[in-house]
Nanobody, 124 residues
């Protein structure tokens, strides 16, 4: 099993940046695909970015492509989401998720393990 803890959320002005971290426990973390999702009030949880266990392939939602970057450091059991040029519509609770399959899914149902989430608020 893998336990995930997100951090790095906060309040930032539009155009600013934040870096989220997802720290994982478990010796097999390096073999898990990791995804970032977000959920705004009254909306469904949506895909943001994902990375394969090797780090060789990354995937992004169209809404964040070119602004967000996902990366991983398997030696530190941590995945990062660098968020630049933030917009008010990026405001949401951000969750990281893990799945033991080698391919990184872009849907909620593709992940077995979830963190508790971290709030990101972007003011206009």
């Amino acid at each position: 099993q893998v336990q995930l803890v997100e951090s790095g959320g906060g309040l930032v002005q539009a155009g600013g940046s934040l870096r989220l971290s997802c720290a994982a426990s478990g010796r097999t973390f390096s073999s898990y695909a990791i995804g970032w999702f977000r959920q705004a009030p009254g909306k469904e949880r949506e895909f943001v970015a994902a990375i394969r266990w090797t780090g060789s392939s990354t995937y992004y939602a169209d809404s964040v492509k070119g602004r967000f970057t996902i990366s991983r450091d398997n030696a530190k059991n941590t995945v990062y989401l660098q968020m630049n040029s933030l917009k008010p519509e990026d405001t949401a609770v951000y969750y990281c998720a893990a799945d033991p399959r080698p391919f990184a899914s872009t849907v909620v149902a593709g992940y077995n393990y979830w963190g508790q989430g971290t709030q990101v608020t972007v003011s206009s």
